[in-house]
Every structure is written in C-alpha cells, then in structure tokens.
C-alpha cells in the first residue's frame, strides 16, 4: 500500500514570497491533516478535512495560510506571503476515518526556509 | 486547552537498559493517547495508543498505560536496542483537537 505522498520535499524562498505544498493521502482515506513542526518542537495542527470539508482550521494563521482538498482526494496547503517565522517542515496526514481513535499516516513532509 | 508535557531529551542510553519517557497531559473530557515515533530519515509513526483510562498500550516491547489519576501515559521499554533510536512524541487527541509533546530524542549505544 503506497503511504502519504508530498511535495516538494525542500523549498527555498524569500520572506514575502508565495509557497503551495502538495500532499495525496494514502487512498481511500477521508480525513486528512496538515502540520506544522518548527524546529525542536512537536507537530501542530493546522487544519483537517473530512473528504472535501473543512472539520477544524482553529489554528490556522488565515490572513496568510490557506488549504484545499477540491476532490476528497490530494491538498495543497499555500502561504502567502512568507514570513521568516514560517521556516518549518509541514506534514501531511491521514487517516481512515475520523473517531478520535484514528491511526494517522504521515508523509515525509517539505521542509520549508524562508530568506 | 489541551496540552502535552513530555520529558525533554536527549536521552542516551546503553544497548539493554530499561527505558522511561515521560508524559503528562492537561485536556478536557475523554481524550485518546498515542506515542509516535521518528526513526532517522523517516517519517513520524504510529507506535501504540490507548484510548481509555487504564487501557495499556503496547507494541515492539514498548509499553505505555493511560493514568487518569495522574494524568501521565509514560513510555517503558524493559530492554532498549540500537534500533530504537528515534524521536519519540507523546500525543492526544480530544475532540477535533490533536497536540503533541515537543520530542524525545533516544539514543542507544552498543
């Protein structure tokens, strides 16, 4: 069964620069997840979806950050514009179902530096 | 909100010493617990889980038991290996909401 795929693996930009990541989650799974892990620290979550939906974005910086997963399938995760403070790796997720319960899957993440 | 603590590393140990990680927990209701490991160059895993008070998780020698009394879900491992170096994550999830620790980096030596 093939995992969680993202890219790119690595990006480089400068601060005020625009960014889009791309994850597909391991198929036939509805609920996916997005994360931020800056360095020395544990992942975050920034926003999960249930197929196409929306189910929490709560902690994601909206006047900067935005996601979509149009189909129920792959998502892209955008930032514009970077900050410096964005330097982080960010991590795809996902999971069969939604329980509470729920096995997440991740993907090896970007690793993103912003200049 | 939810939070976890975990025990900050690193932690460096021989090849068959008995290993603790430590984790405590603040949340509302009912949560769910798990332990997530990284393994060098790989991605973040699921290593066990338990998702009521008392259950105990377990897997590849390691253990780990829900406390509500002490709100804790440390981690064991009787006899730890070279290849149980990794970062270990204590996580919970309550709700929509999932938090995890800020890392434990394990090291073993020969």
């Known amino acids: 069964e093939a995992g969680v795929a993202q890219s790119p693996r690595y990006k480089i930009i400068e601060k005020r620069q625009s960014v889009a990541f791309w994850c597909n989650p391991i198929s036939g799974h509805a609920t996916l997840y997005w994360y931020q892990q800056i360095l020395g620290q544990g992942p975050k979550l920034l926003i999960q979806?249930?197929?196409?939906?929306?189910?929490?974005d709560s902690q994601l910086p909206k006047d900067r950050f935005s996601a979509e997963r149009l189909k129920g399938v792959d998502s892209t995760l955008k930032i514009q514009p970077a900050k410096l403070e964005d330097s982080a790796v960010y991590l795809c997720a996902s999971s069969l179902i939604r329980t509470g319960q729920e096995t997440q899957y991740f993907g090896p993440g970007t690793r993103l530096l912003v200049l | 909100g939810n939070s976890v603590t975990q025990m900050e590393g690193p932690v460096t140990l021989s090849e068959e010493a008995f290993l603790t990680i430590n984790c405590t927990y603040t949340?509302?209701?009912?949560?769910?617990l798990f332990w997530y490991v990284q393994y060098p160059g790989e991605g973040l895993q699921l290593l066990l889980k338990a998702t009521k008070a008392d259950d105990k998780g377990s897997n590849k020698g390691f253990e780990a038991t829900y406390r509500k009394e002490t709100t804790s879900f440390h981690l064991e491992k009787g006899s730890v290996q070279v290849s149980d170096s990794a970062v270990y994550f204590c996580?919970?999830?309550?709700?929509?909401?999932?938090?995890f620790g800020a890392g434990t980096r394990l090291t073993v030596k020969p």
């Open positions: 979806f249930q197929n196409n939906g929306v189910v929490d």
């Open positions: 949340a509302t209701g009912y949560p769910s």
């Open positions: 996580a919970l999830r309550g709700n929509n909401d999932m938090r």
